[in-house]
């Protein structure tokens, strides 16, 4: 039978399969918003299992949206379903489409979504797909600035007072004259540290604010003179109302609560361009799509990553070479020296004794993106088709790829072509950190190695294999877990005190003692596996023995099985103002 839309033209159907995507995208962004403004609702009713929730309902919504516009455009298209004068022409009527919205920049790659969907693309198609932006600048005027302003006050008191109130009623605060004074009172410390720094000229807050698990920030800059600062303030809702837990106000700081290895913020960006400029303004080390990606527009983020990379790789004669490090048995792993980026590709077979499975990895990073992160694991960014020059990738890597990675990279005479990828932030291994750091820094960082299992614990997250080359250290001495394959679920792991031999013979037996199931896991062992030095094996010791207990892991599964939610906090504990309130009252 002949298809409703066999007679129609080639521009009639370019026109109807453009509006197609253009209110599948509409559909989408509305969709998003609805489940990011619920975030406020959950902060103030402190239903966390709720805001748990939304947090994977919008990890699951760009999908769900894009196939069902994959499957209305195919049987829209139909026998032109791959004729590209056809698209070609959708993409032209999309960007008039496009041109009035105040998120232009994401409906592009919503529809360079829809396209390589239909096309599997290998490279990139300027001619169907959104390469650059088809805007230089913003096509429209912003409503309003993305953030208030606070001018000059007499006191530092007053300006925190509006801040607040615009987020929050004042009877929604447990003590509210109390958290104003503490935040002042380190504002004007911060002040006085920095001899540059004289009077607070104003202040500048986003409007929105940024929601992530239990936690409620304030996010906004300060300006004294010429000197630009930071300034967030970090919310917690009590049983007895919000409190001002903690002033952030170091770049540094900030840096952390954006990171790569947290989960995405949950905030109401009426114009998402403005608002990752503005965070641009205060985090200017972050790329751009590092900050749209923790806004929770994660596939723009990969638009804009994409097109960072295309232009170092345009501007440098960098080449890809195998990344530092302890060879992975899962992964290939390989980087470009000026770039801090890695690229993991699964590996065709894994070396003994690795049992797992290619669908059992991908599983686990999917795991990872749904899961709360809880700044300890590194956020991967999954790529399909990835396309370079040949003479970008240097000869042992690529005599490395045809050897481990046959099945996923094609290497041809003048490209080489990626068909999945992991990318992530680059990171120098523990075990190489450890070895080449100052003595106080290694400490530090083993130190961190234990609250970072600790925090992966609180949020229902076993790493499984813990040896130190898992772990990686960030710029800012952070530790964070980026090797999946045996990671799993706290609550699937059976936790048991090692059986002791009853007698000399049981010891010089050749038959084992005991049998250890799939999922057994022997606390105590984790002394041997880490095979620290003794000056790093007391650090650690000093912090967390209690991980060698079979106690502290079945204790976190009861509270996590009990529905407790555990807050991790994104500061360390002596950022919290909690502690200048115990020291007052002390």
Known sequence: ?????????????????????????????????????????????????????????????????????????????????????????????????????????????????????????????????????????????????????????????????????????????????????????????????????????????????????????????????????????????????????????????????????????????????????????????????????????????KTEFYRDLMRHLSTTDDRFEIAPGARGMVMEVFTLPGYDIVFKVIKDTFDYPKKTTRQSVMAKYHLVFKHDRAGRLVDAQEFEHLKFERDRFSEPLLAELASVAANTVEIRDDAVIIHHAYIERRLTPLNIYVNEAEPEAARAAIVDFGQAIKDLAGTNIFPGDMLLKNFGVTRHGRVVFYDYDELTLLTECHFREMPRALSFEDELSDEPLFTVGENDFFPEEIRRFLGLPPDLRQAFEAHHQDLYSVAFWRNMQERIRQGEIIHIYPYPQHKRLIRRIASQSG
Request: proline share 3%; net charge neutral.
């Open 1 to 301: 039978m002949e298809s409703a839309y066999a007679h129609l033209t080639d521009s009639r159907l370019a026109n109807l399969g453009s509006k197609l995507i253009f209110e599948a995208f509409c559909l989408f962004q509305s969709q998003f918003k609805s489940i990011t403004r619920r975030a406020e609702k959950h902060f103030l009713n402190r239903d966390w299992h709720q805001m748990q929730a939304d947090a994977a309902r919008r990890l699951d919504l760009y999908r769900k949206v894009v196939d069902t516009v994959e499957r209305d455009i195919r049987e829209l298209l139909e026998s032109r379903l791959r004729e590209k004068i056809v698209w070609a022409s959708m993409k032209a009527v999309y960007s008039g489409l496009i041109a009035q919205r105040e998120d232009w920049e994401l409906a592009e790659t919503f529809f360079n979504s829809v396209t390589r969907r239909i096309f599997s693309t290998v490279g990139l198609d300027p001619q169907i797909e959104f390469v650059d932006t088809d805007f230089e600048t913003p096509p429209t005027p912003a409503r309003e600035p993305v953030y208030r302003t606070y001018g000059r006050a007499e006191q530092i008191e007053q300006q925190l007072q509006a801040i607040l109130l615009d987020a929050f009623p004042i009877e929604m605060f447990k003590n509210f004259d109390r958290d104003v004074s503490l935040a002042a009172e380190e504002i004007r410390n911060k002040l006085r540290q920095e001899a540059a720094l004289k009077v607070l000229d104003r202040i500048e807050t986003v409007r929105s604010v940024f929601y992530r698990g239990k936690g409620a920030y304030l996010v906004g800059r300060m300006f004294s003179g010429a000197h630009v600062m930071p300034l967030v303030l970090a919310l917690l809702h009590t049983r007895d109302g919000i409190v001002v837990d903690a002033v952030l106000m170091d770049e540094d700081e900030v840096s952390i609560l954006f990171s790569f290895a947290h989960s995405y913020f949950h905030v109401d960006a009426q114009r998402p361009y403005d608002l990752v400029r503005f965070l641009k303004s205060i985090l200017p080390r972050k790329r751009l799509a590092e900050l749209y990606i923790s806004l929770g527009y994660n596939k723009h983020g």
